[in-house]
T-cell receptor, first 109, second 116 residues
Framework: GENVEQHPSTLSVQEGDSAVIKCTYS??????FPWYKQELGKRPQLIID?????GEKKDQRIAVTLNKTAKHFSLHITETQPEDSAVYFC????????FGTGTRLQVFP | NAGVTQTPKFRILKIGQSMTLQCTQD?????MYWYRQDPGMGLKLIYY???????DKGEVPNGYNVSRSTTEDFPLRLELAAPSQTSVYFC???????????????FGDGTRLSIL
């Protein structure tokens, strides 16, 4: 079955710096790669997703890149702000959506 | 538009007790899911449903049961609560068309369940 690995498990950055979170997947048939943000005690919320027919997608300060050959995809957050502090989960699909174990991002003012 | 609503928000159970976690959505989504999230971990799929009357097992179905009598409701039943079921439970839904795995999922606020 699909296996999704996510790195790093924790990430600390200074406000204004960029943050990058990377995920790898095992099933070459996967075609949908969402990213969720989860604040403490809250529900996961979709922030961006990408499908296998594109290599990059941007939404303001957030971008996701996909390398199908290498089977990895990454989340890029530019000009980080304290409110970006949260746990971020990547996911990849086969017949079901499989989640990574999460990255705790801390943005220090 | 309430989205996905879960009740209760918190519950403490004794070992061996049973309970039902409620989930309802008002977006007319065909697909619904139940996940559990253990501390510091990602989401594990328990059960899912592609429409009223149809349910399927996910990654970790043991100890749980579900039903889907209407499009709106997807309750999760714990029959004999065990300490290993202490977790936060999230219900989610996603629209059709697409498959169960390639559409954005909308999550409820979760139910924090402790088994003592």
């Amino acid at each position: 079955g699909e296996n999704v690995e996510q790195h790093p498990s924790t990430l600390s950055v200074q406000e204004g710096d960029s943050a990058v979170i990377k995920c790898t997947y095992s099933d070459s048939a996967s075609n949908y790669f969402p990213w969720y943000k989860q604040e403490l005690g809250k529900r996961p919320q979709l922030i961006i997703d990408i499908r296998s027919n594109v290599g990059e997608k941007k939404d303001q300060r957030i971008a996701v890149t996909l390398n199908k050959t290498a089977k990895h995809f990454s989340l890029h957050i530019t000009e980080t702000q304290p409110e970006d502090s949260a746990v971020y989960f990547c996911a990849a699909n086969t017949d079901k959506l499989i989640f990574g174990t999460g990255t705790r991002l801390q943005v220090f003012p | 538009n309430a989205g996905v609503t879960q009740t209760p928000k918190f519950r403490i159970l004794k070992i061996g007790q049973s309970m039902t976690l409620q989930c309802t959505q008002d977006m007319n989504h065909n697909y619904m899911y139940w996940y559990r999230q253990d501390p510091g971990m990602g989401l594990k799929l328990i059960y899912y449903s592609v429409g009223a009357g149809i349910t399927d097992k996910g990654e970790v179905p043991n100890g749980y049961n579900v039903s889907r009598s209407t499009t709106e409701d997807f309750p999760l039943r714990l029959e004999l609560a065990a300490p290993s079921q202490t977790s936060v439970y999230f219900c989610a839904s996603s629209p059709y068309p697409g498959t169960t795995s390639n559409q954005p999922q909308h999550f409820g606020d979760g139910t924090r369940l402790s088994i003592l």
